[in-house]
């Protein structure tokens, strides 16, 4: 079996961190010999990695944006594995495994999983301009959905080949087990009553993820008469301005913050729906995890939630930043009977189209194809030379 590496900026609680581990665990039940190497010294997954073998857990501990240690050291290690092909997670960790393979003079066929869209701040637009000419040398670039693809391919972020491979998750793992008495617990431990309609949203509280927003749209379900409540299940930067909002509009006794989870099962399943009011997404996980569980999502329009939710059968789109349409649908939602029968529907979506099986099948295929592929020296590529094909 070929030796794999995958390289992540971190191991903290993100999606792109989270589909990088659940990739390395499933082929190395496969028998592939795989490594992992993570540039910055934030973990919050390492238990959640089951190498096998050979395997090896490596942190560079960069302490800086570019640190020339961590390079030489990921140059040393790279020597001593020798992988034979490499997959970087998103754009920072692949420029440390472009640099470091040539430091370590090695030659291996090396793809990046891109998992963001659009570039929020001043600085993240000057980083893309960099990070576009390390895409630009990879074998391949994956993209989350096809949207996501067609946006950046307009925006010349592409490579000599270029696929899309939707995430997927585990959905024997992430199964309602319809333990009513077990829900209705943490129910009651949370502070929600039986009749409340709980509306969940899973994710690290940053400014892109627009947490604020669920809470101005709980203060206009309340406002209707909805009995409505929010769990956020996660922590992060923005938590205190959304306490602040809580609390300005006098919601602060209606929404839960969980802090970071493991496992977020029992938390998603204590929810009746749940939501995503992003300003940039690529291919949510949080969304195929709830849909998995059976719950609607009701998701703003970015990204690839247009290929996961399909309008009035398993969940609701509303454009991002449109709080009247968010609330609109997430009040269609305080039905019961309507949305058991989207979360039926949204499981099934779930199985058919978005299942971690079938990820990793077409991952698999795909570094098996580049390791066979001619690996001979590519001719310099231009700008040019990528826009014409």
């Known amino acids: 079996?070929?030796?794999?590496?995958?390289?992540?900026?971190?191991?903290?609680?993100?999606?792109?961190?989270?589909?990088?581990?659940?990739?390395?665990?499933?082929?190395?039940?496969?028998?592939?010999?795989?490594h992992v190497v993570?540039?910055?010294?934030?973990?919050?997954?390492?238990?959640?990695?089951?190498?096998?073998?050979?395997?090896?857990?490596?942190?560079?501990?960069?302490?800086?944006?570019?640190?020339?240690?961590?390079?030489?050291?990921?140059?040393?290690h790279l020597r001593h594995i020798q992988p034979e092909v490499l997959i970087a997670a998103n754009p920072?960790?692949?420029?440390?495994?472009?640099?470091?393979?040539?430091?370590?003079?090695?030659?291996?066929?090396?793809?990046?999983?891109?998992?963001?869209?659009?570039?929020?701040?001043l600085k993240a637009l000057l980083q893309m301009l960099l990070y576009r000419l390390f895409i630009w040398s990879t074998r391949c670039v994956v993209f989350v959905c096809d949207a996501q693809r067609r946006y950046?391919?307009?925006?010349?972020?592409?490579?000599?080949?270029?696929?899309v491979i939707y995430n997927g998750?585990?959905?024997g793992f992430f199964r309602d087990d319809g333990d009513a008495a077990a829900r209705s617990a943490l129910r009651q431990r949370l502070g929600f009553a039986d009749a409340d309609f709980v509306i969940g949203i899973s994710g690290l509280l940053r400014q892109e993820k627009n947490h604020v927003q669920m809470v101005e749209a709980l203060a206009a379900l309340r406002a209707r008469g909805i009995a409505a409540q929010v769990l956020m299940i996660g922590d992060g930067p923005m938590r205190g301005a959304v306490e602040q909002g809580a609390r300005t509009l006098g919601v602060q006794s209606c929404v839960r913050i969980t802090g970071m989870q493991?496992?977020?099962?029992?938390?998603?399943?204590?929810?009746?729906?749940?939501a995503l009011c992003s300003l940039t997404e690529a291919f949510s996980l949080a969304a195929i995890e709830a849909m998995a569980l059976g719950r609607p999502v009701v998701h703003s329009d970015v990204g690839g939630a247009a290929e996961m939710i399909e309008p009035g059968r398993n969940g609701y789109l509303f454009p991002a930043g449109d709080t009247r349409v968010f609330v609109d649908k997430l009040a269609a939602l305080a039905d019961r009977s309507r949305r058991e029968a989207m979360g039926a529907h949204a499981r099934r979506v779930a199985e058919s189209r978005f299942s971690e099986k079938a990820?990793?099948?077409?991952?698999?295929?795909?570094?098996?194809?580049?390791?066979?592929?001619?690996?001979?020296?590519?001719?310099?590529?231009t700008l040019h030379s990528r826009l014409r094909q």
């Open 359 to 381: 990820m990793v099948d077409r991952y698999e295929r795909l570094l098996l194809s580049l390791l066979q592929s001619d690996r001979t020296t590519p001719a310099p590529i």
């Open 169 to 171: 998750v585990d959905t």
């Open 38 to 76: 993570y540039v910055k010294d934030e973990n919050g997954l390492e238990d959640s990695l089951h190498l096998r073998g050979a395997g090896t857990l490596r942190c560079l501990g960069a302490a800086r944006y570019f640190d020339t240690r961590a390079l030489r050291d990921f140059a040393s």
């Open 152 to 163: 950046c391919m307009r925006r010349a972020v592409l490579s000599r080949q270029n696929e």
């Open 262 to 274: 493991q496992d977020v099962r029992p938390f998603v399943t204590a929810c009746d729906v749940v």
């Open 1 to 34: 079996m070929p030796r794999m590496m995958f390289v992540t900026g971190s191991l903290a609680h993100g999606g792109a961190e989270r589909h990088a581990v659940a990739l390395t665990n499933r082929l190395c039940e496969r028998g592939h010999e795989c």
């Open 92 to 121: 920072y960790a692949l420029m440390y495994t472009w640099v470091a393979l040539r430091l370590a003079r090695l030659r291996a066929p090396l793809a990046v999983t891109y998992h963001s869209t659009r570039q929020m701040g």
